[in-house]
């Protein structure tokens, strides 16, 4: 089965075919995937070898000279191994670029600690002027790639080795309405990845379900049109548990509303295992988030379990 | 167009003995340390006979860059840019002030001819790498790149991730200009330049005072591989 990863590099190999203004900026990681592409443009396809830091402040600078470099190695040498880099070399120098990221997450469980960056948009938050994608397929990565790499911005693109079943028609920056509940309904964000499981866990039940592909900008108009009577809101993010809250809070600052942040838990979890593994000891498998959705809700007395 | 040994900054009336005036503009006394001055000549040299930029060219994709990642005690860098026309010198006397561009480290966002903001160190060299390859990338291959670091700035590790790329590379564009006050901690072991020397850098050290020595350095030929030159001057302590 084709991951975001596989679409990522077919895609930026024919933006760089197709844009001179394109340059990919790697540290080792997937370098493999971009042979012919380095082959093609070796002055535009740059690996500096296993050197994060380098890898964003050469980005910067290549900003500086016109290019739109695209920089991409897993979410925790990206952001947070380079954090400084993204916050002196990217957005003080006024220089854009689109960093893109793998295995943010749980995606690699055998790789443990080391390999998880499940604060990287809590962390990109820190900063002014990012924009913030989380595809949920790889058509998705694709649409949000393409997007990203044409605007002047700074954007995140996070890919995942998770998955939803279907793409969605989806528009950068906009939340899309997947299911409509009655006016009594809360809300419910799923974010990228997690929206098979948010479905799956709302089966039968009456409540509105936002998809978001892209959390920064943060779509509170579209969150505010979903609201009915009841401003209860339920976020589902395959990073940081709470990471959007904020968001949340600044959408609806006028009115009184509550928020349950629903993603990967901040403890550390010593465990390897499988991404299912990890989903469920974080309480995001459909099972564990239909309890929580109705304890928020309070609704648990109405709540028929799902069936299996 | 294409920038000649012409296009060096004009000379706009004011020079190399009106800079500790200038400097005494920013910080109320016209005598100065060595510590504020270590870079000083070495960036008046630059200015006055290697770089080709000016303020008419300070946004000519062919332009010169020089990138000042030592950002700390940025007086001396001020005065140079004023003496060649990029600063207004009434800006001068506000520096550190609220409303004033002068910072204590510098901003590029708000100074014509400042190429990057620097003042956490270790940035410059990094930023100068991918300067270097963006203007290979498209073509502006008579551009040069030059960086200025100060030796305690080695201390920082992103400078030996660049310094090991750029000289695998070859990327004979970049130049590294440090100023070695001898203010590293643990000081280098078998000097600076054995450092950049030993991946694949040309790399001379002369007398950080010495104008013509620094403008032999800085223009020595050394094609296909990075150059360094390390100025030496008084030490800081």
């Given amino acids: 089965m084709t991951t975001m990863r596989d679409r990522f590099a077919d895609v930026t190999g024919r933006l760089l075919d197709d844009d001179p203004r394109v340059a990919l900026v790697l540290a080792d990681i997937s370098a493999d995937r971009f042979r012919e592409a380095a082959a093609a ?85 820190t900063l002014p002027d990012w924009t913030v994608h989380v595809p949920g397929h790889p058509d998705e990565a694709e649409t949000l790639l393409r997007h990203a790499v044409a605007g002047d911005g700074r954007a995140y693109v996070r890919l995942s080795e998770q998955r939803n079943t279907a793409a969605r028609p989806i528009t950068p920056g906009r939340f899309l309405t997947l299911r409509q509940g009655s006016a009594g309904a809360a809300v419910v964000v799923a974010v990228g990845p997690m929206l098979d499981l948010v479905l799956a866990a709302v089966e039968g039940l009456d409540i509105t379900v936002l998809y978001a592909a892209t959390v920064r900008p943060f779509d509170g108009a579209a969150l505010r049109a979903a609201l009915g009577d009841r401003a209860d809101v339920v976020l589902v993010e395959p990073y940081l548990a709470g990471t959007s809250a904020h968001q949340v809070d600044e959408a609806l600052a006028h009115l009184p509303h509550r928020v349950l942040g629903l993603g990967v838990a901040r403890p550390e979890l010593r465990r390897y295992g499988t991404m299912a593994d990890h989903l469920a000891a974080h309480g995001l498998d459909p099972r564990s988030l239909r309890a929580r959705l109705a304890a928020f809700l309070d609704t648990s007395a109405g709540v028929p379990s799902l069936a299996g | 167009m294409t920038l000649t040994s ?63 990642s030592k950002g700390h005690g940025p007086m001396a860098y001020y005065a140079v840019l004023t003496a060649k026309g990029f600063l207004d010198p009434a800006l001068l006397p506000g520096f550190g002030a609220f409303d004033s561009p002068l910072g204590h480290h ?51 590790g992103s400078n030996h991730e660049a310094i090991a790329y750029a000289g695998a590379v070859g990327l004979d564009a970049l130049h590294t200009v440090v100023i070695d006050n001898s203010s590293a ?19 001379v050290t002369v007398d950080g005072r010495d104008h013509e020595a620094l403008y032999e350095a800085f223009t020595t030929p050394h094609p296909g591989r990075p150059h360094a030159v390390v100025a030496v001057v008084e030490p800081k302590r």
Wanted: overall charge negative.
């Fill in chain 1, 41 to 125: 443009h070796p002055d535009r396809v740059l690996n500096v070898g296993i050197r994060e830091q380098l890898m964003v402040s050469v980005a910067g600078g290549l900003a500086l000279t016109g290019l739109r470099p695209v920089v991409h190695t897993f979410a925790s040498f990206l952001v947070e191994r380079a954090f400084e880099q993204i916050k002196l070399d990217l957005n003080h120098q006024d220089a854009a670029a689109v960093l893109v990221s793998a295995n943010g997450s749980y995606d690699w469980p055998e790789g443990g600690r080391t390999h998880q960056a499940p604060g990287d948009v809590a962390l990109l938050d």
């Fill in chain 2, 6 to 68: 012409d296009s060096r900054s004009p000379d706009c009336g004011l020079g190399y003995q009106d800079l500790p005036h200038l400097m005494g503009l920013m910080t109320g006394d016209e005598k100065h340390g060595p510590a504020a001055t270590s870079t000083l000549d070495a960036l008046w040299v630059l200015y006055d006979r290697v770089l080709r930029v000016t303020p008419q060219t300070a946004e000519d994709p062919e332009r010169d860059r020089f990138l000042l």
């Fill in chain 2, 106 to 156: 510098p901003d590029r966002v708000l100074l014509p001819g400042v190429e990057i903001g620097s003042g956490s160190l270790g940035h410059g060299l990094p930023l100068a790498v991918g300067t270097t390859l963006g203007l290979r990338a498209q073509g502006l291959t008579d551009s040069r790149v030059w960086v200025l670091t100060g030796d305690a700035e080695l201390d920082e």
């Fill in chain 2, 185 to 203: 901690t643990h000081g280098w072991t078998g000097g600076i330049a054995a450092r950049f020397a030993g991946e694949g850098w040309s790399a």
